[in-house]
């Protein structure tokens, strides 16, 4: 007697969150990579700009204000200004478990697990509102 063959509604096959598993290893892996290449090169151009200056710890000054909004650090990183790269690399960080959480609420769709797609959805709201300042 031959195993029953799994059907398309009995859920995906193993190639197929095989295929899904490495997508999100690779998103994560690539994410993590791009925001450190960011963080390293600000660095750098920041030593080569700034490295001989003294510090002054007694005042404290925070980053400028262009630098505290996304389109104020992408025009920043846009001119190769280092702090601007450093902080890319930190929304960059900060944006891959976001895309990792979206990427797997698309693939719970296209499987029609319902159970998983509401709790994908409920953690990628939460993490949005978090981002956005609306939930502490």
Same mark, same amino acid.
């Given at each position: 007697?031959? =195993? =029953?063959?799994?059907? $398309? +509604?009995?859920?995906? *096959?193993? &190639? $197929? ?9 690779? #998103?994560?892996? &690539? ?6 290449? #960011? ?6 151009? !920041?030593?080569?700009? $700034? ?5 002054? !710890?007694?005042?404290?000054? *925070? $980053?400028?204000?262009? #630098? ?10 846009? &001119?190769?200004?280092? @702090? ?5 690399? /930190?929304?960059? @960080?900060?944006?891959? =478990?976001? /895309?990792?959480?979206?990427? *797997? @609420? ?9 159970? !998983?797609?509401?709790?994908? +959805?409920?953690?990628?709201? /939460? #993490?949005?509102?978090? @981002? ?5």
């Amino acid at each position: 007697m031959a =195993p =029953p063959e799994e059907s $398309e +509604a009995a859920g995906p *096959s193993a &190639a $197929e969150d095989l295929r899904v598993e490495l997508a999100l290893a690779l #998103l994560l892996r &690539a994410g993590v990579l791009v925001a450190a290449g #960011l963080v390293l090169a600000g660095g750098v151009l !920041y030593l080569a700009r $700034e490295g001989g200056n003294h510090p002054d !710890y007694g005042r404290f000054s *925070s $980053e400028p204000g262009n #630098l505290r909004h996304p389109l104020g650090v992408f025009t920043a990183a846009l &001119a190769l200004q280092p @702090l601007g790269l450093i902080q890319l690399g /930190v929304l960059v @960080l900060l944006a891959t =478990p976001v /895309v990792r959480v979206a990427f *797997s @609420l698309l693939a719970f769709l296209r499987e029609k697990d319902r159970t !998983y797609v509401g709790m994908t +959805a409920v953690v990628l709201v /939460v #993490l949005l509102l978090s @981002l956005l300042g609306v939930l502490p």
